[in-house]
């Protein structure tokens, strides 16, 4: 195997994966031509390339770039390397392809606008468009165009063992074609006459072009269907040769009617007599093509476009990496909060309203129109900018001039959870109330809540709430909020928490959100009860250990809160690695629960029904991590290596089994043969295991008896409670013994 590391002498290595076979037969793809065309251009920008054939695809893994020509053969990266990056360029055969193939790539370079625009909705990838291209230092035009001309009509390539419609076209209106492609005596025996030869060399082809009149041509149904474009087009105008093709949106969005395009015979007869009519004409519109094609589908240009891709890849891999460093110092840092103004009403606030305020303007002034206007008068208004880039922070200046309730603070972005705390840290009221800047409560919300909650002395009353779209459209995307917040089900006015939380999760109407529930000031800070910083679903395990040590909660059934969805909200809003944020604020929300859990024992109390209430949700916020996990891309996923020790140990445990995924689909495909050899057991393994297995029948039956003793009491231990639990938090412990028993072996 070659030392690909000593060859490059210091240059990044980049890898062109092309469906060609490694035989000397390659020369006559098309695909062996324009991988070498790429490799020309890519070496002028300093890199050093290896071609490989498909037979070569699984050989040698050493490169730092890996650009895959998709045509009609499959690829699934192997990623031995993680920081080798991936990019597929899909050149044909689309429907081919699946989304599970598309997203094992770091990025996807799709040959049509139509249908890069198509898949980037669905796919966890970045899509880009990357047109066909021809290599304009063999596909260019004469300097003086020849009066005459060696062929008239020409056509290139093989049957595909069907009749093609340009060459069966052009035989029924007598039209004078010569072919170029093989087996198409077996398909069409009348065109046996018209065949010049069976190939023609790659390196031959533009003398060919130059010296035809025109040449006819269609493509496979799916990449007309989807606007791609055949390479044997773009060269042919290359050359300056005049083509007449079926239509694809693709080539009239890059050669407008330059191009003569047809969707049924009746056209394709029309274009035909363009040629015999006016070919002056026809030929000048395609040689003006010529400069375009220089700047926008050179092989030059391609070349550059993919070692921008490749940098930008690995950018944003080491942005993800950056970040996930950072998840464990969210914990530890520390912004100011500067008072702009305190309240100054001296009434003592019977609850506390704490509104977090991020880039809210649009929506804020509706917010806190609705608190103001409270039936409840007896409340402070604590609002928090929590480094706004908009005007929000002048409107609440200006709403706390009108009333002496409202205190503003500002600070540098710290995030909501630890805004919602230091919220907490200025609050006198006897209850807390959390509303979001984007959303509003009804008039009588708080007046109503306290009153319940003061009479029937809870720590928690619960609500519900509505939710309210910003548009048609997002309602059309997000559906699933539609009603959320309406509980149907019918709950204790007062009840210890954990009944409340097996209650609702049985009905499967728990929900987390806090800005739904009022908390007993006295309460949160006895328990000392708060949101965990620097982390999205922070209201998960909040709302989890509030339930746990709440010994009163209450339901209210009314749809005080109105919830406000639109494409900047954080329930919708996709930023920059935010699949990473909810991984990360997912699995640190287990682990609180979990720790939660041991710390305090609460498990010994708990009843059968609350037990599994409580399994349930640590077993659904673990599925969410996962989900969430299989969901990123490689650069993601690769940067959960940064995780400090104090959670590298337990996400790689919980999350990170099937952390190979990628590599399990590539793998598959060359351990398939190997894994086939070994699932053929030789005829004596089998008559050995069989010996095994014929024991006495007192064996069996003094056995069956033990068996069935020990199942028995096996099944009452599982059913217990603290089995369970010991199970889950004593997972990573066992884990790690046993590691380091080998290590001592």
């Known amino acids: 195997m070659e030392d690909r590391r000593k060859i490059a002498d210091g240059k990044e290595i980049w890898v062109i994966k092309a469906g060609f076979p490694n035989d000397p037969v390659k020369r006559l793809w098309s695909e062996y031509a324009f991988s070498n065309s790429l490799k020309k251009y890519l070496e002028r920008l300093g890199v050093c390339v290896f071609i490989e054939s498909y037979d070569e695809w699984y050989g040698n893994d050493t490169a730092d770039v890996v650009v895959v020509l998709r045509g009609h053969k499959e690829y699934f990266p192997v990623r031995k390397n993680k920081d080798c990056v991936h990019i597929m360029w899909n050149l044909s055969h689309p429907s081919t392809i699946t989304d ?16 890069a625009e198509k898949i980037k909705r669905r796919l966890k990838v970045p899509v880009r468009i990357l047109p066909v291209c021809a290599d304009t230092e063999i596909f260019f035009p004469d300097s003086e165009e020849k009066e005459e001309k060696e062929y008239d009509w020409v056509f290139v390539g093989n049957s595909r063992y069907v009749k093609r419609k340009s060459v069966v076209w052009s035989i029924t209106h007598n039209i004078p074609l010569k072919i170029w492609g093989a087996n198409w005596e077996k398909v069409l025996p009348e065109s046996a006459k018209y065949v010049v030869a069976e190939n023609i060399p790659n390196d031959e082809l533009p003398k060919l072009y130059r010296n035809a009149k025109v040449t006819v041509d269609d493509h496979y149904e799916d990449m007309a269907l989807y606007g791609f474009v055949n ?3 773009i060269e042919a105008v290359a050359c300056g040769l005049p083509v007449i093709s079926d239509y694809s949106e693709g080539i009239y969005k890059m050669f407008g009617d330059a191009v003569l395009s047809y969707r049924n015979e009746k056209e394709f007869v029309e274009q035909t ?59 530890t840092t520390e912004h100011v909060i500067r008072t702009v103004c305190e309240r100054s009403s001296g009434l003592i606030p019977k609850v506390s309203v704490i509104i977090p305020v991020y880039n809210a303007v649009k929506y804020l002034e509706k917010c806190l129109d609705s608190v103001l206007r409270q039936t409840l ?26 009333d002496d309730r409202i205190s503003v603070y500002a600070q540098k972005n710290c995030g909501l959870a630890e805004t919602r705390n230091r919220g907490l840290g200025k609050a006198q009221g006897e209850y807390i109330a959390f509303l979001d800047s984007d959303d509003w409560l009804e008039l009588q919300a708080l007046e109503r809540l306290y009153e319940a909650s003061r009479k029937r002395q809870l720590d928690i009353l619960v609500f519900n709430g509505d939710t309210v779209y910003d548009n048609d459209k997002v309602r059309e995307e997000y559906p699933e909020f539609q009603n959320y917040y309406h509980r149907k089900g019918k709950y204790p006015e007062k009840c210890a928490g954990y009944k409340m939380l097996a209650g609702m999760r049985k009905e499967k109407e728990y929900r987390t959100s806090a800005v739904m529930q009022m908390f007993r000031r006295q309460f949160l800070e006895n328990t000392r009860t708060s949101f965990c910083r620097g982390i999205l679903h922070e209201d998960n395990d909040f709302t989890f250990r509030s339930y746990l040590s709440a010994e009163n909660v209450g339901y209210m059934p009314e749809n005080f809160y109105k919830r406000q969805v639109h494409n900047d909200s954080i329930m919708t809003k996709a930023a920059e690695c935010s699949g990473l944020r909810h991984v990360y604020g997912y699995f640190k929300a ?11 024992e609460l498990y010994r109390d708990f009843d059968a029904e609350t037990w599994e209430a409580v399994m349930d949700i640590l077993e659904g916020t673990l599925y969410n991590v996962r989900k969430y996990f299989s969901n990123l891309t ?20 919980y999350v990170q089994p099937g952390f190979n995924s990628f590599s399990a689909l590539g793998k598959a495909q060359k351990e398939k043969s190997e894994l086939n050899r070994k699932l053929q057991n030789t005829y004596a393994e089998k008559s050995e295991i069989n010996r095994k297995l014929q024991i006495t029948y007192k064996e069996k039956y ?40 080998k290590l001592q072996e």
């Not at 599970?100 to 249908?115: A, K, P, T």
């Not at 004409?281 to 030059?300: A, D, G, H, M, N």
Request: a positive charge; charged letters at 35%; aromatic letters at 12%.
């Open 100 to 115: 599970e193939e598309y997203n094992s790539y770091d990025m996807v370079c799709i040959g049509s606008e139509i249908y």
């Open 231 to 233: 390479t044997r087009i």
């Open 273 to 331: 007599n363009k040629i015999f009519d006016d070919y002056a004409s026809v030929k000048k519109k395609t040689r003006e093509l010529w400069p375009v094609i220089q700047k926008e589908y050179s092989f030059e240009a391609r070349a550059r476009q993919l070692k921008i891709f490749s940098e930008e890849i690995k950018e944003y891999g080491n942005r993800c990496r950056k970040l996930a460093t950072s998840f464990s110092g969210h914990n």
């Open 377 to 402: 008068k007896e409340i402070e208004i604590i609002c928090i900018d929590d480094g706004s880039e908009d005007s929000s922070l002048k409107l609440l200046k200006e709403y706390a001039d009108k």
């Open 590 to 600: 287990f682990l609180n629960m979990r720790s939660f859990l041991a710390d305090k």
């Open 634 to 653: 490689w650069q993601e996923q690769c940067a959960f290596d940064m995780l400090d020790k104090s959670d590298a140990l337990d996400f790689r445990f």
């Open 702 to 741: 003094d056995r069956g008896l033990e068996i069935k003793y020990l199942n028995k009491e096996l099944a009452s231990i599982k059913k217990s409670k603290t089995y369970r639990l010991a199970r889950i938090i004593g997972f990573p412990v066992r884990t790690v013994r046993k590691i380091m028993k």
